[in-house]
């Protein structure tokens, strides 16, 4: 069966991971839609950590169920069980254990379609590969451990559109199914946004401490600030707009009604933090006045755009990040630029020094 390299992103940025992969890794590569792209199986696709855009990867991905064929999902379910059973013998995992992801993009309709397929292929290898069907863990389960079987990912991109990839951990794709990392609401929280910065800090493997200190810029109305003050960290929140933070919390949080493009603190803090809507190069002349003045030890910051503009505010962002991984004394030892799953019409900014 003819097979392709897939990458998946959030929906409306098919085009920005196109043009990352040519311009970073000089990967040819065409959108099929607005959130799957496809490249050639022979690509040497990249670590998924180490993009902006991608989602998730499958290599060497074989399309099983195409628009308009018809495909009845036992087939489907017999090819995918085949295809699976062929894997473990080629790779001679036959005694290792495996897992299955199956999912979608932000689509309801494909999402149940993948899982049915998946209990379908369950069943097959129930009857026909019983002992591979026993090794079958779930992907927490894998994740979680010496990670030496193999990865089955059935995407269903719509319906009717079923591919599928077997692949090895070490492929440079997420353990977690479809690359997405959900994030629960912060308790207490006014809005959605103190999971944006949750997952900025679980994906960079960063902790703030108790008793450090932080700038919240464009605080309003809080949810950084409480997910920050939670960890014990004292915030100075900036925003001209209002505050919603928990009383048990309030001591921890000084509320300044200041412009959050020119704010600087007495003393530097341990970590700024900006999520404040306005243009992302905007947000970069604020990144970079405040490390130019050695003001802060980490930051976590929020690129807003319209999508049309989503590359090329990225490779700013990426051409900021060598330009301060390489400064002199600078002392960053880790930048990260990633749009994240909490992310919309953004990407994120973390450092550490």
């Known amino acids: 069966m003819h097979k392709v390299s897939i990458v998946v992103t959030r929906p409306g940025f ?17 959108a099929l839609g607005d959130r799957v792209v496809e490249t050639s199986a022979e690509a040497k ?3 998924v950590r180490e993009t902006v855009f991608v989602r998730q990867t499958l290599s060497r991905a074989t ?9 009845k999902p036992e087939e489907i379910a017999r090819k995918i069980a085949t295809m699976i059973a062929a894997a473990a013998e080629r790779a001679n995992r036959s005694g290792r254990p495996w897992t299955l992801h199956a999912f979608a993009v932000d689509h309801d309709a494909a999402l149940a379609a993948s899982a ?23 992907p927490d389960v894998f994740a979680g451990g010496d990670q030496a079987g193999f990865v089955v990912q059935i995407l269903a991109a719509d319906v009717d559109d079923i591919w599928v990839a077997i ?20 308790s207490g929280t006014p809005s959605r946004s103190g999971s944006k910065l949750e997952e900025a800090l679980a994906f960079a493997n960063l902790e703030p401490k108790k008793d450090e200190t932080a700038v919240d810029l464009g605080a309003a109305p809080g949810g950084w600030s409480i997910v920050l003050a939670r960890r014990g960290v004292s915030v100075i929140a900036v925003d001209k707009a209002s505050l919603e933070i928990p009383t048990a919390l309030k001591a921890r949080v000084t509320h300044e009604t200041a412009n959050g493009l020119k704010y600087r603190p007495l ?5 700024l933090c900006c999520d404040m809507v306005i243009d992302a190069r905007k947000s970069l002349d604020v990144l970079q006045a405040w490390c130019r003045e050695d003001l802060m030890r980490g930051f976590v910051f929020n690129l807003k755009f319209s999508p049309a503009k989503a590359w090329s505010i990225a ?16 002392g960053w030892r880790q930048i990260e630029v990633r749009q994240l799953f909490h992310d919309r019409n953004e990407i994120t900014m973390i450092g550490r020094r």
Not at 124 to 132: M, R
Not at 174 to 183: F, K, P, Q
């Open 315 to 330: 490779e700013e962002a990426l051409r900021v990040r060598e330009e301060l991984l390489g400064a002199s004394g600078g």
């Open 116 to 138: 049915r397929i998946a209990k379908d292929v369950i069943r097959a290898l129930e009857k026909t590969a019983a002992g591979l069907a026993k090794r079958r863990v779930t």
């Open 45 to 47: 696709l990249p670590a």
């Open 14 to 30: 098919a085009e920005a991971a196109v043009a990352e992969l040519a311009a970073r890794w000089k990967i040819s590569a065409r």
């Open 63 to 71: 399309n099983v169920a195409s628009p308009g064929a018809n495909t």
């Open 167 to 186: 692949n090895a951990p070490s492929s440079g794709m997420e353990l977690a199914v479809g690359g997405v990392t959900r994030m629960r609401r912060v």
């Open 267 to 271: 003393a530097p803090v341990d970590w």
